[in-house]
């Protein structure tokens, strides 16, 4: 009998593969960080065969050490970094060019170009998304221009590309399936969101041949087989994919219109379920598809990311050299009461929703003869928070209402210091589940719904689970001068 669903988590910085059992619990899991490739300034990229190779490395070892064969399998999902974009020879299966990751700037002018000719309005309405590098269309148009005779190849049916989950389903299935998932089609700039296809003014406007791309298809449901994989026996369905964040607010069953999660992650994003009508956002939050299951209507959501986030952690690990780990940050920020007016715009890669401006630049100021590590330990934690409270402002005004609570989850939810600060700076509390990795348990809800492994969502809902709530301390005076000072920090960077 099939008791497991396998969920292949495929981040920014590493993959990880988790096995789920039927009680929604995480029976066994491995993780393994692969290159980060810079070759210019604001230029990220990412080698195909190392996310494949650590794909295969992370699934061999969780079945390993769980020690469940391959006929206990009921169903595969997956789950992604959304944005970043493979093109590969539909032969070989040889990628052409690196994935241009999520994160890479290198299509700002060709974005500003688009500005100038009056294509926001167009794009917004068709997309729910801005003009900005961070979507794929733009990079899906470099590869086709810079690498030689790639145009040529494309129109003439002999390339195929995709977002990272079509890539490894392509991988899995032999070559065999060319597909992707309605919440991964929607962060590419080139779908309709109103009609659930490619649309045709937005595939001549970047020049890409709608060849070239994969099948959009609900987000549960049956997307291909597996097929001369090593780890596992041929005949294994795929039957659920959802980029990331959407697999998040998934994985965290919010089902409701009006429920909200943030996921604390390399950026943070913050998701908000609005149903099965696009809500179009006037703080300028991204119009975005959540998922689609078999038979039953699109449901949508409005959205915000902060690219920089654990990200910001890592600097002060990495190139600041804080402190060896990490986790440590908590405590060292926990050593000062506060920051001692020491403020941290962790604009890195520029800033995201609600202020979209790829220009800005990380700001650390206040700082005097008595600032610490711990200072600005302290001051990094609650930037994180900070720029959530700017994306949460902006949806409670296109809601028009109070949110009711955040849930939370990603790695950086287990420090308890930032979540206790995003409760008092949000005004809202924060609740953290029992499991924080909803990305991959979101992938496992939506395979095992396409194999009715789960009956349906209230099934799911009641495996849910709380691990804390943080309640609100903080008075409102004292969060109206925190966040004062904070706008005035952002208007520098």
């Not at 494949?52 to 769980?66: C, D, P, S």
């Not at 020690?67 to 997956?78: E, F, K, S, T, Y």
């Not at 688009?114 to 990079?139: H, Q």
Request: aromatic residues 8%.
């Amino acid at each position: 009998m099939s008791r497991y669903i396998i969920s292949i988590d495929q981040g920014t910085t590493s993959t990880r593969t988790a096995i789920v059992n039927q009680a929604g619990g995480l029976v066994g899991q491995n993780n393994e960080d692969f290159r980060q490739i810079f070759p210019q300034p604001g230029w990220v990229e990412h080698d195909p065969e190392d996310i494949w190779r650590t794909t295969l490395n992370t699934l061999k070892k969780t079945l390993e050490q769980t020690r469940i064969r391959g006929d206990q399998i009921a169903a595969i999902g997956i789950t992604n970094q959304r944005e970043t974009v493979v093109v590969w020879d539909r032969k070989t299966g040889k990628p052409i060019y690196n994935a241009i990751v999520w994160q890479c700037r290198r299509t700002q002018d060709v974005c500003e170009k688009l500005k100038r000719n009056n294509k926001e309005k167009v794009i917004n309405k068709k997309t729910g998304l801005v003009i900005d590098p961070y979507f794929s269309a733009t990079k899906i148009q470099w590869i086709l221009k810079n690498v030689p005779g790639a145009k040529e190849r494309a129109r003439r049916g002999e390339l195929a590309a995709g977002t990272i989950d079509t890539f490894l389903l392509w991988r899995l299935t032999g070559g065999e399936s060319h597909k992707t998932d309605v919440s991964n089609a929607s962060r590419t700039m080139l779908m309709n969101i109103h009609t659930g296809w490619w649309d045709e003014e937005l595939l001549k406007l970047f020049e890409v041949p709608e060849t070239l791309l994969p099948e959009i298809a609900p987000s549960s449901g049956e997307f291909g087989k597996t097929k001369g994989l090593e780890s596992l026996p041929d005949g294994i369905s795929v039957a659920g994919i959802a980029g990331d964040q959407q697999a998040a607010l998934f994985g965290q069953t919010c089902f409701d219109t009006g429920d909200v999660k943030c996921t604390f992650g390399t950026g943070s994003f913050i998701l908000l379920n609005t149903g099965s009508k696009p809500v179009t956002s006037k703080s300028r939050l991204l119009t975005t598809i959540a998922w689609k299951l078999r038979d039953q209507k699109m449901i949508y959501a409005v959205e915000g990311g902060a690219f920089i986030c654990g990200a910001a952690v890592q600097w002060l690990r990495d190139g600041l050299q804080f402190f060896q780990h990490s986790s440590e940050v908590e405590q060292l920020a926990a050593s000062v009461e506060s920051s001692d007016g020491v403020e941290f715009v962790p604009a890195l890669t520029g800033l995201g929703a609600p202020y979209w401006n790829a220009e800005a630049r990380g700001v650390l100021c206040g700082l005097t003869r008595g600032t610490t590590k711990a200072h600005v330990a302290r001051a990094t934690l609650e930037a994180m928070a900070l720029q959530n409270v700017d994306i949460l402002t902006a949806m409670q005004k296109d809601l028009g209402k109070k949110l009711r609570a955040i849930k939370v989850d990603g790695g950086a939810s287990a420090n308890n210091l930032l979540m206790q600060l995003q409760a008092d700076y949000a005004a809202t509390e924060v609740v953290r589940p029992q499991i924080v990795e909803s990305t991959a348990i979101g992938a496992a809800y939506l395979a095992g719904l396409g194999v009715g492994f789960w009956k349906n969502t209230n099934e799911i809902k009641k495996i849910w689970q709380s691990d804390r709530a943080f309640k609100v301390t903080m008075n409102a005076r004292d969060r109206k001068t925190r966040l004062d000072r904070w706008a005035k920090a952002v208007q520098k960077a």
